[in-house]
């Protein structure tokens, strides 16, 4: 473990190259507990300066973890899966302290955060180049696959296990050294990450930690971003700070791999299980407090099923618990004004009264009657809110799943898989799920960006493509 002591509390440090950075205790920002506002902790915050000595720590060990075998590489990367889950308890303590989530969310987090960096490793062991055919028959053309380099991974906190080891382990699979800019609510959560890393036999500074105040986080993340030695960015997170790292990205010419928000439609059609459906929206909408970037936001429902399926939905959503706390009471009050002007514009309130439960939680709460232009059917809601729309055919539901700025995920609810998958051809959305809710993941598919969701691919292995590029090599007489 990393943790410092202060004059008087525990502090997260930032860590470069196997050490914990020594930083002045001015340099120090408090870690909140949304649903108590307890301070629970600490944490350094980088400074400009920090943040170059994370790239050229990375930079001076990706000079030998690029030759290291992939075997190897592998080995590290199983042994890391594994010491994970044997961590549970540990991320669970971590993650309910810094994020108020569930006591079952890590437990899911973890399980699926190992699978990903198995699935990685795999991949990375099937990798293979090319020998395309020449021009000229006394030439032999190679290609081969080579890591970036020095890459940065931003994860968000809110399944802080799956979204920072995915693209971890898919970089250091590829043969690349990561920066990782753990989130300023759970570093602690993030650094268990580099303590099972570091126990899984990784050499020193091929993994790296900062994290930043928001005060200094736009000069850290630049003087990162700008270093010769960073090659490209993972970010995931919201599109507003997207947009942010994209344009410093640019500035730099640096390629940035994105997973950003979403508006997940969940389409059921007048055939589907209208009780599996409703269980499946209502998981949809409420897991980790709606905190999921493809958790379901509208409903479409076609007419002739409407209200049966507003009876089921009513009945799941009493069944189920609500999923913890928002990550600061800030966010959750930011949920409840939404739907309070979306009433105010008009629309019904049809399952919950949109109340606050705490200090940072919020009741389930279902919309109708929502006006197209409304704000909570043009923005990513990140609560447990929905709004519920009908339609009468396949054609208008896809237009209706579509008149959005993202991308990222949608729902289909039918028993006919041919109807299926004609309409998923046609919805705009990089992942689309069959009679299972939006935020459902496969370890061995890919997820995609689509629209104003981001850029790129990840997951199922296909990461690991996203820090290679190709390599041509020519033999010529």
């Known amino acids: 473990m990393f943790t410092q002591q202060s004059t008087s509390s525990t502090v997260i440090p930032c860590v470069v190259d196997g050490e914990a950075v020594s930083l002045p205790e001015s340099q120090n920002f408090a870690v909140v507990q949304g649903k108590t506002g307890n301070v629970v902790h600490y944490a350094q915050s980088a400074t400009a300066e920090v943040g170059v000595k994370a790239v050229e720590a990375a930079g001076k060990a990706f000079q030998s973890w690029k030759r290291v075998p992939m075997t190897k590489r592998r080995d590290i990367l199983h042994r890391a899966a594994e010491i994970l889950e044997q961590k549970v308890a540990e991320a669970t303590e971590r993650c309910t302290l810094e994020t108020s989530c569930e006591d079952g969310w890590p437990r899911f987090d973890c399980s699926l955060a190992a699978t990903m960096i198995r699935q990685n490793a795999a991949t990375a062991m099937a990798l293979a180049g090319r020998i395309p055919p020449p021009d000229d ?93 960073l090659r490209k960015i993972e970010f995931i997170g919201s599109p507003h700070v997207g947009k942010i790292i994209g344009s410093v990205a640019a500035k730099y010419l640096k390629p940035v791999l994105m997973e950003l928000g979403d508006q997940s439609p969940a389409i059921i059609l007048e055939d589907a299980d209208l009780k599996a459906a409703a269980e499946k929206c209502v998981f949809g909408i409420i897991a980790n407090h709606g905190q ?48 309070a002007e979306t009433v105010a514009e008009g629309a019904e309130l049809l399952i919950g009264k949109n109340e606050m439960t705490g200090r940072s939680s919020l009741e389930p709460t279902i919309v109708t009657k929502v006006r197209a232009d409304s704000r909570i059917n043009r923005e990513e809601t990140w609560g447990p809110a929905a709004s519920l729309s009908s339609f009468t055919t396949d054609d208008e539901a896809v237009e209706m799943a579509n008149d959005t700025d993202f991308g990222l995920s949608a729902s289909i609810f039918t028993k006919d898989y041919a109807r299926a998958l004609r309409m998923a051809r046609d919805l705009d959305f990089g992942q689309v799920q069959v009679n299972a809710h939006t935020i459902h993941v496969n370890s061995t598919a890919p997820v995609t960006g689509y629209k104003g969701s981001g850029w790129g691919s990840n997951g199922g292995g296909y990461g690991v493509e996203e820090f290679m590029f190709n390599k041509h090599v020519c033999l010529c007489p």
Do not use: Y
């Open 137 to 229: 028959p006394l030439i032999t053309s190679l290609v081969f696959k080579e890591p970036v380099g020095v890459v940065m991974i931003i994860p968000p906190w809110n399944a802080v296990m799956i979204m920072a080891c995915r693209g971890i382990s898919a970089a250091l699979a590829a043969g690349c050294t990561v920066v990782l800019k753990a989130s300023e609510l759970s570093p602690w959560s993030h650094q268990l990450i580099l303590e099972v890393f570091k126990e899984a036999g990784l050499p020193n500074g091929v993994l790296n930690q900062i994290q930043c105040s928001r005060t200094d986080a736009p000069a850290a993340t630049e003087a990162i971003i700008s270093h010769p030695l």
């Open 292 to 339: 999921v970037c493809f958790g379901t936001e509208r409903l479409l429902v076609q007419n002739k099923v409407k209200d049966a399926f507003v009876e089921e939905l009513t009945q799941a959503m009493r069944a189920t618990p609500s999923g913890g706390s928002a990550i600061t009471a800030e966010s959750a009050r930011r949920v409840h004004d939404l739907i």
